[in-house]
């Protein structure tokens, strides 16, 4: 069967075409609320999809759909609720934005730095057309992509975006559909890409009328946040239509130049063809299509390769996953933590091996999991893992929100920075790490239902318990909550903050620039632990080879002997005085045979001058 559109498409001329997936109902009518009320029925095909075409609707239209009687539901494919989750769906012409963006060809995976923001939290004013006012900031810094948290229209006015329940409307209080343009529009005229992140394993509680229409969740199977979304039993098809179209209303209407699946994990289909292997196959065809090139990477806590293994080996063929099993093993060295799911690392051979395969469980046993965990992925492509050092859940989701640069030394900052941007994968940065920012980072709700709200910060409560966090969280409901988890832009400019802003912009710049660390690459690597708490990290190509060492102990440790033969020069080092370091110990030119001394915490890159 085809893959049918649904939503409210404007075909120009006063005329709209209305397409709503409703398999069980037997009558449906489209309710035109304004400006000229009315109510048309719309007729059923076979395969339970509605449709009309309607004369005298014009962008801006509000419509409902009349399911019952007396039952009245906003468009499960809206593009737009400007009166928020409970109210009427708004038409919209997606033909009449102005893009500026015709050369715009991408940034290639191996250019990729990306910068995970949230809208709401980024800017004071925390919208859209506010953050195009940062953006020299980010190009200044070296960024070349921004990631933005879901958009998908979520209950109230601040949200963490996970609980939307909308997927095809943009946010109202962002700035709606016209300023996620204008946002997209700005980034490529930057030269920045545009990464979204979006949410197929639930919807959020509030104002999710999805089952009010059709069978798109499951009992089959339980999630974290309950029911599952139907991805393989009765009319799964049309269920997974819907979001493998929204993949493509992204790309097609906002163009949106690569989507983060959150939590595939919890994306549960037992079909022969699991759903996100259609979903890289339908996207693949519209790139081919499009002569562009929208990827796809994934959130998943299975450590398993077939996630972006090609599908010609049995994979799904995603483009990319974020790389837990890095930060955890980069985190627990420089925090000591060792709570929660913390407890299966700590030991700086992980980090090493982190470096050279990716997944640090390739099915050992997992002391935290009570199981073996994991598959190999030492054939996986460099370019098929995002790491980072920090990202909105490991902050977020600590009780109290605290950010690395809370919890560690300024020389630690520099160090968790130097192996994020040393690594052969892609770097991603949550806002504000960069610059050493403060202010935490917290989980915040405006649900307009009081009982759910109370329930979710129970839960959360609930959830602290694992780590050993205790006492009292801050409310998730609470204003002052959110105005807490705003970056605080003047703070770049104090003396400290603003020395670690200019020594990530260097590490950056080093990146680019030395072909060794440019090129996404883990076969030409070496990563090994020197004494106990010193890794060396060792990369090259063609005749460029740069070297590494990273101090993780909170003393200073001599290197005593294994150093890479060959004649060194100093390229970068954290503890000089210019990036506010103690001094430091290790000369400017280094041989094999010398002994040199890190400072605690201390990184310091080399390239070969020899060859």
């Known amino acids: 069967m085809n893959r049918m559109k649904t939503g409210a498409t404007y075909l120009g001329n006063g005329r709209c075409q209305f397409v709503v997936w409703a398999p069980l109902l037997n009558q449906l009518a489209v309710k035109i609320v304004s400006p000229q009320p009315r109510s048309i029925p719309l007729s059923k095909d076979d395969f339970g999809y509605w449709q009309i075409v309607v004369e005298r609707v014009h962008p801006g239209a509000l419509y409902l759909y009349a399911i019952g009687e007396g039952v009245e539901r906003p468009d499960p494919a809206s593009g737009a609720q400007p009166e928020g989750v409970h109210g009427p769906s708004a038409v919209i012409d997606h033909r009449d934005f102005e893009w500026q963006d015709s050369g715009w060809r991408g940034v290639p995976p191996e250019e990729l730095i990306v910068y995970e923001l949230h809208v709401g939290a980024f800017t004071p004013a925390g919208s859209f057309d506010a953050v195009i006012t940062r953006l020299d900031d980010l190009r200044r810094l070296g960024v070349t992509a921004l990631e933005i948290m879901p958009v998908a229209q979520f209950p109230g006015e601040r949200n963490w975006g996970y609980d939307g329940v909308y997927p095809y409307a943009v946010q109202n209080s962002y700035g709606g559909p016209e300023g996620l343009k204008r946002l997209v529009n700005a980034c490529h005229r930057a030269g920045l890409a545009v990464i979204l992140d979006v949410v197929y394993n639930h919807l959020g509680p509030e104002g999710n009328y999805l089952n009010c229409f059709a069978p798109y969740f499951t009992e089959k199977y339980k999630t974290p946040w309950g029911n599952a979304i139907n991805f393989d039993g009765p009319y799964s098809y049309g269920v997974r239509d819907y979001f493998i179209n929204n993949a493509l209303h992204w790309f097609e209407h906002y163009h949106i130049d690569g989507l983060r699946l959150d939590a595939t994990h919890a994306i549960l289909d037992h079909s022969a063809r699991h759903f996100l292997q259609e979903l890289a196959e339908a996207v693949a065809i519209y790139s081919d299509e499009c002569g562009s090139n929208y990827c796809l990477i994934a959130e998943s806590d299975l450590n398993d390769k077939r996630i972006t293994s090609s599908i010609k080996t049995g994979g799904y063929g995603l483009d990319g996953q974020w790389c837990d099993d890095f930060h955890h093993s980069l985190r627990t060295l420089l925090t000591g933590e060792r709570h929660g799911y913390y407890e299966d690392y700590g030991?700086?051979?992980?980090?090493?091996?982190?470096?050279?395969?990716?997944?640090?469980?390739?099915?050992?046993?997992?002391?935290?999991?009570?199981?073996?965990?994991?598959?190999?992925?030492?054939?996986?492509?460099?370019?098929?893992?995002?790491?980072?050092?920090?990202?909105?859940?490991?902050?977020?989701?600590?009780?109290?929100?605290?950010?690395?640069?809370?919890?560690?030394?300024?020389?630690?900052?520099?160090?968790?920075?130097?192996?994020?941007?040393?690594?052969?994968?892609?770097?991603?940065?949550?806002?504000?790490?960069?610059?050493?920012?403060?202010?935490?980072?917290?989980?915040?709700?405006?649900?307009?239902?009081?009982?759910l709200a109370r329930a979710v910060h129970e839960g959360r409560k609930a959830e602290f318990a694992a780590f050993n966090w205790h006492g009292e969280p801050p409310d998730p409901r609470s204003l002052l909550t959110f105005k807490q988890s705003k970056l605080d832009w003047e703070r770049r400019n104090d003396e400290k903050h603003k020395t670690l802003l200019a020594f990530y912009a260097a590490l950056i710049q080093t990146r680019k620039t030395t072909p060794a660390l440019a090129r996404l690459n883990k076969e030409n690597l070496e990563a090994r632990v020197m004494g106990d708490t010193v890794l060396c990290l060792r990369r090259w190509e063609t005749h460029n080879q740069v070297m590494c060492l990273m101090n993780f102990a909170a003393q200073p440790v001599r290197v005593d002997a294994g150093l890479p033969k060959g004649d060194w020069g100093k390229l970068l080092d954290s503890a000089d005085a210019a990036w506010g370091g103690p001094g430091s110990a290790v000369p400017q030119t280094m041989s094999a045979d010398r002994q040199p001394t890190l400072q605690p915490h201390g990184c310091v890159i080399f390239s070969r001058i020899d060859e």
């Open 347 to 451: 030991r700086i051979e992980q980090l090493a091996k982190a470096y050279r395969e990716g997944f640090v469980y390739s099915w050992q046993y997992s002391p935290h999991r009570k199981r073996l965990y994991g598959s190999s992925s030492k054939d996986l492509p460099a370019e098929r893992f995002v790491v980072f050092s920090q990202n909105h859940d490991q902050v977020g989701n600590r009780m109290l929100g605290e950010r690395l640069s809370s919890m560690i030394s300024f020389e630690a900052q520099k160090l968790a920075a130097c192996a994020v941007l040393m690594s052969p994968y892609v770097p991603l940065l949550f806002m504000g790490e960069e610059y050493g920012e403060q202010s935490p980072f917290l989980y915040f709700i405006s649900h307009e239902d009081d009982g």
